[in-house]
């Protein structure tokens, strides 16, 4: 029995030994941490600005961190999209604004229409006054008007030509849009319907005893050539009407003058109206009136032609 008593208090003994080395470190933090706190609230008590800034407290200390660490993540994104970024070249750009027009006028649907034109026309052509005939150079008188040889009276005449315009500008010089000028250059045949004898016919040859006569007649006929702007309305359209305002021309007149002239410089003005058939195929009517300022030599060239024209697109 006594034996397990002395056993008992040495294992409560053990027991309580160890419970004590255990509490004493405990027990001692707790009294150091109190001698701290009591000498850390005497300091603060006397100096007021070291109690606010001495110690911050842990949540600020996170708070700035975080902010800190959320601006230079913010640079670095900055730094790095700057980085990234693809240095702009001014000739790369031009290079690229070409490219894109070039494929804007590659997208745009492509016309068959061609802006320049060879013409062929005929038609009706008018003077103003009869064309006058050839007199005898060897009569004394009373020849006026080509009597004695036989006036040309007839006025009518046809005629056939051709030409070309040439496209010059499409807006007419900036003043009109959808509106071209053309260069027109054209050449015309005309020839009048009567024929007269030419020189000394036999009966003025037996009259006075002239040993030669001249029984040929002569073919009555005009070449002009002529050079004119010509303003085309409606570009783009199948119908195109067009105008001529002014335009320069030169008539070779056969027979030639009583003083053998053939040259008569003038000027003509002409409207009229194309339209495209199929592909570049047009048809056309006009009308132009002749003007010379002055006759050749007593031969007057005035008048008005009129007709139609097949034009090609070129």
């Known amino acids: 029995m006594m034996k397990k008593t002395k056993l008992v208090l040495a294992i409560a003994t053990a027991t309580l030994t160890m419970a004590g080395l255990l509490v004493a470190p405990q027990a001692d933090a707790k009294s150091k941490a109190k001698k701290y706190k009591r000498s850390v609230t005497s300091s603060y008590s006397t100096s007021s600005s070291v109690q606010r800034y001495a110690v911050p407290s842990s949540n600020a200390r996170v708070e700035a961190l975080e902010a800190q660490l959320q601006a230079m993540q913010y640079e670095v994104q900055s730094l790095r999209s700057q980085v990234n970024r693809p240095a702009v070249d001014p000739d790369s750009a031009k290079v690229q ?21 060879v013409f062929f026309r005929g038609g009706y052509g008018h003077a103003d006054s009869n064309r006058g005939g050839t007199l005898d150079p060897t009569a004394a008188g009373g020849n006026s008007g080509g009597v004695l040889n036989g006036a040309i009276g007839n006025q009518d005449a046809w005629y056939f030509g051709a030409g070309f315009d040439w496209s010059l500008n499409d807006n007419l010089f900036g003043m009109m849009s959808g509106t071209e000028v053309f260069a027109e250059l054209m050449f015309d045949y005309k020839e009048l319907g009567d024929r007269a004898a030419n020189g000394i016919t036999p009966a003025i040859g037996a009259a006075t005893g002239l040993p030669g006569v001249n029984t040929q007649t002569a073919t009555v006929n005009q070449l002009t050539l002529a050079a004119s702007p010509k303003i085309k309305f409606f570009k783009g359209q199948a119908f195109r009407p067009w105008v001529v305002p002014v335009g320069f021309e030169l008539s070779v007149i056969s027979p030639p003058s009583d003083a053998i002239t053939v040259l008569n410089p003038g000027m003509q003005f002409g409207l009229g109206a194309d339209y495209k058939v199929w592909q570049n195929l047009y048809v056309g009517a006009d009308a132009r009136y002749h003007y010379a300022p002055d006759n050749v030599d007593g031969i007057n060239t005035n008048g008005v032609t009129a007709g139609g024209y097949l034009g090609i697109g070129f």
Request: charged fraction near 30%.
């Open 97 to 117: 604004e070409l490219d894109q027009w070039m494929n804007t006028v590659k997208a745009e649907p492509k016309s068959n229409a061609k802006n320049n034109m």
